[in-house]
């Protein structure tokens, strides 16, 4: 079964930096756009960037742009992103999905932004 495992969450700084992983399984990793996406309290999940199947393409989000980098390693079927100069509206759970299949979502990474 499809199943999502992310990971690299935790407690910084404003300005800080952190680097997410997302191990997927039970499907072709390698054949999908994915996406990361988050969730702060009391609000809808959000998109925050996208990137193609073959990595060559990415989109994201206004609010992260120039600050996040997402990546993949379809190789380990595991894909990336990278944090910097993080304020504390970033601070939600993380989770990577499929961008056009939906599935079971994973329990996500928490990502806390805070003095």
């Known amino acids: 079964q499809v199943q999502f495992v992310e990971s690299g969450g935790g407690l910084v700084q404003p300005g800080g930096s952190l680097r997410l992983s997302c191990a997927a399984s039970?499907?072709?990793?390698?054949?999908?756009?994915m996406s990361w996406y988050r969730q702060a309290p009391g609000k809808e999940r959000e998109l925050v960037a996208t990137?193609?199947?073959?990595?060559?393409?990415?989109t994201y989000a206004d609010s992260v742009k120039g600050r996040f980098t997402i990546s993949r390693l379809n190789a380990k079927n595991t894909m990336y992103l990278e944090m910097n100069s993080l304020k504390p509206e970033d601070t939600a759970v993380y989770y990577c999905?499929?961008?056009?299949?939906?599935?079971?979502w994973g329990q996500g990474t928490q990502v806390t932004v805070s003095l």
């Open positions: 990137i193609s199947s073959a990595g060559g393409s990415t």
């Open positions: 999905q499929r961008r056009y299949y939906s599935s079971v």
């Open positions: 039970g499907f072709t990793f390698s054949n999908y756009v």
